[in-house]
């Protein structure tokens, strides 16, 4: 059985939201429902993920230094200094 859904937006959203369906060659509707369905599998098992995600990143070894260093070298080669 399908329902109904109503969702109230502002001009601008809607227009932003519409082209952004049209780009993709659908409508509307079609647009919301696959963004409805992809933020719902985004849900199931994000925290497994975020944890898998640090877990492979802590294997690699990348050059760092303090964060007040970092800042200082960017802006640095902003010519911000």
Known sequence: MSKRLQVLLDE???????????????????????????????????????LRVIAEASRYRFPS??????LDEIDAGRGLD
Request: no cysteine.
């Open 12 to 50: 601008q959203e809607y227009v932003e939201f519409q082209g952004i369906a049209r780009k993709q060659r659908m409508t509307l509707a079609e647009w919301v429902r696959q963004a409805l369905r992809e933020a719902k599998s985004g849900q199931t098992g994000t925290m497994e993920a975020k």
């Open 65 to 70: 230094a303090d964060i007040e260093v970092m």
